[in-house]
């Protein structure tokens, strides 16, 4: 993971362990101010669900989004973590364009969404046919701070879902899991960002299922073989005959 710090000089902080300490005293990972941070203000774990954020006893609030957290939070590259007026925003390491891009035949394409997650479109779902404009002209509008102005198109290309920045505004930058684009393939669950605004790309069908490769079956031996040694069922037959016998023995003493 890589912090950036937006309208700021610091420089960028890469954090690649399992947790993440972020407070103002000495013994955190990542040391904000006093004015801006608690000692020991949070936490972010990596865990299986991915990066999990953890508000601690001494910390203050905390925004992802401009949305307060209060406990706990999932978090997301491309998402902003305000403590104070410090703000942070994570990406990943790796540029969008390095990524391996998804190629699905034509008649294979599956249903694509962008939902809307932060922003003033926050709740909103959009469908993709063949594309989807967002901006001053497309077919949803998108509001920016300061009365700046920008747009984006998500489309088909050979096979491909990709985004295009269309009008760019320098003082927001569209970017994709935190990463400033003017153009990417998406993948499903990638984040796309510009100013206040955060889509996820539903992508259900995207990617292909996984093969699953069942083993051959061996015979280089028979199943019964591993039932037990070959013994056991005569030594079974041998002393129900003899318990027989002795029952059928006692009967006739008896009568």
């Not at 005293?25 to 936490?43: M, T, V």
């Not at 998500?154 to 985004?163: A, C, E, I, K, S």
């Not at 269309?166 to 990638?190: E, H, I, K």
């Not at 992508?203 to 079956?217: F, M, S, T, V």
Request: charge should be negative.
């Amino acid at each position: 993971m890589r912090i950036e710090f937006p309208n700021s000089a610091r420089e960028d902080f890469h954090w690649d362990a399992p947790a993440l300490r972020i407070g103002s005293a000495p013994d955190n990972d990542l040391i904000l101010s006093a004015q801006q941070a608690g000692e020991h203000h949070l936490r972010i774990q990596l865990d299986r669900r991915g990066w999990v954020l953890q508000v601690l006893p001494q910390g203050g609030r905390v925004y992802v989004n401009a949305r307060p957290v209060r406990e706990k939070a999932l978090l997301r590259a491309g998402d902003i973590l305000s403590v104070g007026d410090c703000r942070m925003l994570l990406r990943t390491d790796e540029e969008p364009a390095h990524s391996l891009p998804v190629t699905v035949p034509a008649e294979g394409r599956c249903t694509v969404a962008l939902r809307a997650v932060a922003g003033p479109l926050s709740g909103r779902v959009m469908s993709l046919q063949d594309k989807l404009e967002l901006g001053p002209l497309g077919r949803v509008p998108l509001e920016l701070p300061q009365g700046e102005a920008a747009s984006l198109s998500v489309f088909w290309r050979d096979g491909q879902l990709l985004l295009e920045a269309g009008q760019v505004s320098a003082r927001y930058p569209l970017r994709v899991n935190g990463v400033a684009v003017t153009q990417a393939a998406l993948r499903p669950g990638d984040q796309i960002g510009l100013a206040m605004h955060r889509f996820i790309v539903d992508a259900p069908g995207l990617e292909p299922e996984p093969e699953i490769i069942r083993p051959e079956p061996s015979f280089d031996h028979l199943p019964e073989e591993d039932a037990g040694p070959r013994g056991e069922v005569w030594w079974l037959i041998a002393t129900a005959a003899v318990l027989a016998l002795g029952i059928a023995v006692a009967l006739l003493v008896r009568f």
